[in-house]
Structures are given as structure tokens and as C-alpha cells.
């Protein structure tokens, strides 16, 4: 029986033991729910194929990007918009913006801010088929970079899965759990829960190890 341990402390257990301990304790994991999204087809001003195809694996840091936009609301039913970009590699999140508007000006700030740590890689991007990726001003500063893009399929979302999947955590773990009045609020919580996943939240597709770890780690 395959066994997890826990860093921390030392502790080498089975998850069925976890489990059964869980229930003694009467505690329980966040668990993610299931939404059925349909998207509205808007003109793009550019399309590519599906480079990736579904290959979400990896042979060293910046080789694959994830994007994508996701929405929150705070206050009164106001709404935020949160862009972001997961390595497949280490499965981290390299670079996050957060703005009040969803527009290409989120996409590409997301995108400098990424540029600025990324030196000489030249990783494939991929996306859905969402106005920002779409747009000449997106394609022409990947092509300032030399930079290959690839996008899902029209109404097929497990091409971009393991990004969904860090949408699903992120809210599951953080968003759904609090109620935010402020912008600002808001914004502090995603950037401190981001820091988290990325240096402190065990993945076991990493081998049990946090991305920062996994990176760091010269047996991967």
C-alpha cells in the first residue's frame, strides 16, 4: 500500500488511515464544486490549433505555460478579475495581475510580469480561445518574445484542465471560505493564498513535495 509522509513532523501513514482518522475527529476536507460553464462565441482576430494536445507533462521549468482569467466578486456583487500562468513543470504559478476589468490590459500585464523572470526560455502558451489570447496586441508581444502559442478547442475545457483545476483549489481552499467587502482585500488574500500553493501546499503529483521544493529538488 502506497504510503504519504508528512514533512513536518516525519509521519509515513496510508490515506485510508488518514481518513479514518479524519472521521474520528469529525473533520472534513473543502470540497470542490462542480460547475457546467458555457461560453458565448465572440470574433477573434486570431486563432491557432491545439499545440498541446493534452500534454500535461513537462521536462524542466518554463518548457509549457497554462493562462487563463477567472472571476470573483467582493462587496456588493462587485466583480474582479483574476489572470494568471501555471508552469507545467513544477506546476507553480509564475505570474498573477488582478484588476477590476477583464480585458487584454489584465492579460498582458500578466505577461510582463512574467517576462521579467523568465530570461531566455521560450515556453509554449496556451489558453482557451477568450478575447485577451485572440487579440492582435496579445499575439503581436508573444511574437515580440518568440514565443509559440496554442489554444483549446472550441468547448472543449480539459484542454486547459490543470489550469482549471488550480482555479477549483485556489476557490475551494480560499475564496469560497471568506466573504470580501473591499478590492484590496480581496487582492491580499488571492496574493497570500497564491505564496501558499506555491511554497508550502503539498502536491502528489510533485511526489508530496511543495513546487518550490520540487524545483529546488535535485532527485525529481
Known sequence: MKLIREQRHGIKCNLKRVCCLMRVLGLRSACRRKKHRRKK?????????????REFTA???????????????????RKAYL??????Y??????????????TALVLDTFKRAFSQRYDDRPLVHSDRGTQYTSHAFRKRLEQERISQSMSRPGKC???????GFWGILKTEMYYLCHFEEYGELCEAVAAYIKFYNNERYQKKLGYMTPAEFLQSPNK
Not at 41 to 53: C, K, Q, V
Open 41 to 53: 462565441r465572440t470574433p477573434a482576430d486570431y486563432i491557432t490549433e491545439n499545440t498541446l494536445n
Open 59 to 77: 521536462c524542466r521549468p518554463n518548457e509549457k505555460w497554462l493562462t487563463d482569467v477567472t472571476e470573483f466578486q467582493y462587496g456588493d456583487g
Open 83 to 88: 489572470s494568471a500562468i501555471l508552469d507545467l
Open 90 to 103: 513544477g506546476r507553480n504559478i509564475v505570474s498573477f495581475s488582478l484588476s477590476r476589468k477583464n480585458d
Open 158 to 164: 480539459l484542454d486547459n484542465a490543470p489550469m482549471d
